[in-house]
């Protein structure tokens, strides 16, 4: 019933949860190793999976399959439709190497309980999977690109988007509250479909362009875009076209193949916990 949906699987939007770490009492035998290693420690917990977040992502996935479908309805906010109705301009703006792929929801090749719907392919002498995100404020696109901005690239800009970074000027940036969620949604994807590459890649329209934009929404008569067709130009996100930041921003990567790894594991061991229905 439920083999071909979204709804009570794990997908990679979500997949982070399934890392989340608790504690527990260490048994008898870890006790007295750790204390034979550690004889000054009086620490009686030991760290254990799965977490509070895990167990929580687990147990709604177990509803899903019980209720045949999602817990929650179709979201309905300015956010979402925004990304929704850009991304797919966003790609037309990219060279011929990027796919589209948003419609597509994946499985992965052994667990038909792990899905994920990359927003797109790149197809050069690497297969890199590609997650595009358009911010609808624009302090949260400075963010996400900050990292490009002062000298960091790869992997160290999505580290510093992660772990948070000393920019220019001196001040620490924190880590991006989603970096960790965005990380492990490219990482997921790309055990799904065996990518060995990423890219994360960030948007926001020139002001030139948001007027293109806006037009497309009055063409398409989509529902989702009919506060795009109507709102003021000041109520969008846009840049100056001559101004600091460029429209298009990619953190391009090599996922470490440890990490790809330590998801599979952990996604197997929580395929265990799922009901069969």
Not at 3 to 9: A, D, E, L, T, V
Not at 11 to 17: G, N, R, Y
Not at 229 to 249: E, H, M, Q, R, T
């Amino acid at each position: 019933m439920l083999s071909n949906s979204r709804s009570g699987n794990f997908t990679s939007s979500e997949i982070f949860a399934l890392l989340s770490t608790g504690t527990r009492e260490m048994t008898d035998q870890e006790l007295a190793e750790h204390k034979l290693n550690n004889p000054g420690s009086r620490k009686k917990t030991i760290e254990s999976w799965p977490g509070k977040a895990a167990i929580t992502y687990i147990n709604q996935c177990n509803m899903e399959r019980r209720l045949g479908r999602s817990l929650d309805g179709e979201l309905d906010a300015k956010p979402t439709n925004w990304g929704k109705f850009v991304e797919p301009l966003l790609f037309q703006l990219l060279d011929g190497d990027y796919t589209y792929n948003s419609s597509d929801t994946l499985t992965h090749p052994e667990m038909d309980y792990w899905k994920g719907t990359p927003d797109g392919f790149k197809i050069t002498e690497n297969k890199t999977v590609v997650d595009a995100k358009c911010p609808f404020t624009l302090e949260s696109f400075c963010k996400l690109v900050g990292p490009l901005y002062n000298d960091f690239e790869g992997m160290g800009a999505m580290n510093a988007l992660r772990e948070g970074y000393t920019d220019k000027t001196g001040l620490f940036q924190a880590a991006h509250a989603d970096a960790e969620k965005y990380y492990w949604q490219l990482v997921s994807n790309a055990c799904i479909d065996d990518c060995s590459h990423a890219e994360l890649i960030i948007y926001c329209p020139y002001e030139s362009e948001l007027a293109v934009i806006q037009a497309q929404a009055v063409k398409s008569g989509d529902p989702i875009a009919y506060f795009i067709a109507n709102s003021p130009k000041k109520a969008l996100p846009y840049i100056k076209d001559d101004g600091f930041y460029k429209n298009i921003n990619i953190i391009s990567f090599e996922i470490p193949a440890e990490d790809k790894k330590k998801l599979t594991e952990i996604v197997k061991n929580a395929g265990k916990y799922l009901i069969s229905v």
